[in-house]
């Protein structure tokens, strides 16, 4: 039934409004946010009330009525009578016998989203959950012409009803609605071209030939059909799973844009001058790109050559990956309000010392934008704390605010930020890869979850889904359709741009638990007889830098050799193959001192992570002494894991400095050329079939520059975040 109180309903509103939190809906549905029905389905609920006999119909025609009667988990947003009333007359259609089939299923499908979802779980900008035609539903609050605090849908004018909101049925959370949801279609052009606040943008968009070139890109490629690759089971530490091969195999942008406003008000330039656009970007690129201002190619009259500063200004607007939905993906996930623990923060992310980070690469070639979530109060310098921005550093070194992202953009109802290709959102002033952020924003220690390296998760919405609160059963693997808890995923070669693999192996992306020793809680791991390479993120310039592995140490994994190089065909081996088993405290490694005093080695069994903290927070009030102790790390090619983020079972927080398992190894010291790609490459070195099939872990990534890594005096060292 509906919630018990507008209160509840408004409360959760304005949380909404205060921390912008994203949803990773869990699979059972609170009951404090709704009564439960028994025995009555989906189907059942839109068959018996005359007020949805229209959307029943087109269900029907769509065949999914039988899908709506079999037991599984679902919010259906169910458009009324009324609506569909309104939604024919717009099309011109006199009744429902004018819809096509394939209209049905299109109208069908975006309503259904597979996982149950009630108002008080849509505390983000868009549901965690994609609906049946794999695209995001966005989630605004508000209020409905009575005030009655509710929820809108991808605009402003499709919503919630108030008084019928959280409907529960056996296998289903049904959320009426006043207006049927218009299907994601289009492309970029399109939808960049349909917005009037955003003429100067979209005339720089066709006079780059950036139109062109995204009008030949097809969305999704149509010959990838997941039933062609089997479950791949496995076994990682004691847990028996199973992975799937991704669903669709899309490709898709994420835009920032600055409005017609933002540009007029700031630069003085006037909607659609493409020339005053330039001579911006001229400004703003010279000194980053100083050889190529004398080239033909620079010049105002070829905007579509590579080396044109007006085409960098916007290729650098364009993310290599599409959130589908609205800003909470952009930066790690955020845990939901789930009754149970820790609701409201960032998933291994202690939010008073650390902003919650993601690196994505851009169009622009070599570079990537910074996307921070702020929540230190020591360095909001007046920014909004719970808001996003690109490129902005602002601590105890810099000054740099960077430019706000809008998360709704808040256009008329007859514009649309998203395609299924692109999606956008407003930006408060010009980015830029200029020389502030290449030597000073991002001039520093630039930590990447894997799960952010490679687009495709993002944009086929696979990163950090399911209930991150809950594991699988150890001893067997859930092989269903739609498993309880979320899915694990493997990538079949070819899947994952810029990586390369051979032998009898697998890639693996296993699903965030709160509870896993992993950087944001979920980890890649590779298996089998591998040989495996990829492309490294780019960093901002060329000079000397570490590149560093996170991950978590098990006696059940196993031992690889790393390469680093530019060619990928004839790559340098870094050091001796590294041991995935070797714990810091065991005797080959540090063993038992003031720097680490308690953990397992190979001799005992046992550990204590308080004891280890409290020790580390003796050294840590010392600069010199943690000067010293990072220093006697280092010589061991490795860095202690990190202050600012924890391990937690739920209402506890175990930072990783205070575990022998979680380090982190340098992979490679030395030079690095900003203007070339770079890989890794990892090969099985392990005995046999050594654990569990050779398991190599991929956590998290660090790039660190030599004014950061090399350890001075104690004000010149890194931090331990």
Aim: charge should be negative; aromatic fraction near 12%.
């Amino acid at each position: 039934m509906k919630l018990k109180n507008n209160i509840i309903a408004l409360l959760a509103l304005l949380a909404t409004v205060s921390f912008g939190t994203l949803t990773s809906c869990s699979d059972e549905p609170s009951q404090d946010n709704f009564y439960t029905f028994t025995g009555q389905m989906a189907s059942d609920y839109l068959r018996d009330s005359a007020r949805f006999s229209s959307f029943a119909e087109v269900v029907k025609r769509a065949d999914l009525m039988d899908l709506l009667a079999s037991y599984g988990r679902y919010t259906v947003f169910a458009p009324d009578n009324q609506a569909f009333e309104a939604y024919l007359q717009k099309r011109g259609l006199q009744s429902l016998s004018d819809l096509t089939d394939l209209d049905c299923d299109t109208i069908a499908k975006t309503h259904i989203v597979a996982n149950m979802y009630s108002t008080m779980d849509m505390n983000g900008t868009q549901l965690h959950d994609v609906n049946m035609l794999h695209t995001a539903i966005a989630t605004l609050p508000g209020m409905d012409d009575a005030g009655n605090a509710v929820i809108f849908l991808n605009t402003k004018g499709a919503h919630i009803y108030y008084n019928t909101q959280n409907d529960s049925v056996e296998n289903a959370i049904m959320q009426p609605i006043n207006q049927v949801l218009d299907a994601v279609s289009g492309n970029a052009s399109e939808i960049l071209a349909s917005n009037t606040e955003i003429k100067t943008f979209y005339a720089a968009y066709v006079a780059t030939g950036l139109s062109d070139e995204f009008n030949k890109q097809l969305p999704e490629d149509p010959n990838w059909n997941p039933l062609d690759y089997e479950l791949y089971e496995y076994v990682s530490d004691f847990w028996h799973e199973v992975a799937w091969a991704p669903d669709t195999k899309k490709t898709g942008y994420t835009i920032f844009i600055e409005p017609d406003s933002v540009l007029k008000e700031k630069y003085g330039i006037q909607p659609g001058d493409v020339r005053a656009l330039y001579d911006l970007a001229c400004k703003l690129y010279d000194p980053v790109y100083p050889d190529d201002v004398a080239k033909d190619g620079h010049k105002f009259e070829n905007l579509t050559d590579s080396v044109n500063p007006l085409r960098r200004f916007m290729l650098y607007h364009f993310l290599n990956r599409m959130v589908n939905g609205g800003t909470d993906l952009l930066t790690p996930l955020i845990m939901q309000n789930t009754g149970k623990k820790l609701d409201g923060t960032t998933l291994g992310y202690d939010e008073d010392l650390l902003n919650p980070i993601d690196w994505h690469e851009t169009l622009l070639p070599h570079t990537m934008a910074k996307v921070e979530y702020l929540t230190v109060p020591e360095y909001l310098g007046g920014d909004e704390r719970y808001q996003r921005y690109v490129n902005r550093r602002y601590d105890a070194k810099k000054k740099i605010h960077g430019q706000k992202i809008t998360a709704d953009v808040n256009m008329p109802a007859e514009f649309t930020n998203r395609s299924p290709n692109a999606v956008y959102f407003y930006i408060d002033d010009v980015m830029a890869f200029t020389k502030e952020v290449r030597d000073e924003v991002q001039n520093m220690r630039i930590r990447m979850d894997f799960a952010a390296i490679f687009p495709e998760l993002i944009t086929n919405n696979l990163r950090q889904k399911g209930d991150y609160t809950t594991d699988d059963d150890s001893g067997t693997a859930d092989k269903s359709d739609n498993p309880k808890n979320g899915k694990n995923y493997y990538f079949p070669l070819g899947y994952l741009k810029d990586v390369t693999f051979t032998g009898n192996c697998a890639f693996v992306y296993r699903r965030p638990h709160w509870n896993f020793w992993s950087f944001e809680g979920d980890e890649f791991n590779i298996f089998g007889d591998y040989d495996f390479t990829f492309r490294i993120p780019p960093v901002p310039f060329s000079g000397e830098w570490q590149v560093r592995l996170g991950f978590c140490a098990l006696r059940t994994r196993g031992v690889a050799q790393i390469y680093f190089g530019s060619d990928p065909k004839h790559m340098q081996a870094q050091g001796i193959p590294m041991d995935m088993t070797a714990f810091i405290t065991d005797d080959d490694m540090l063993g038992l001192t003031d720097l680490m005093p308690t953990g397992d080695t190979r001799e005992n069994g046992g550990g204590n992570e308080t004891t280890n903290m409290e020790a580390y927070e003796t050294i840590r009030k010392d600069p010199e002494s943690l000067a010293e102790s990072m220093k006697a790390f280092r010589n061991l090619g490795i860095v202690r894991g990190p202050y600012g983020t924890y391990h937690t079972g739920g209402d506890t927080k175990t930072r990783w400095c205070g575990n022998w398992r979680t380090y982190r190894r340098i992979l490679y010291q030395g030079r690095i050329d900003a203007t070339v790609d770079n890989y890794i490459r990892i090969r099985v070195a392990s005995d046999g079939k050594q654990g569990n099939n050779n398991e190599f872990m991929l956590d998290y990534l660090e790039l660190v520059p030599k004014n950061v890594y090399e350890i001075g005096g104690s004000d010149e060292m890194e931090d331990d975040l």
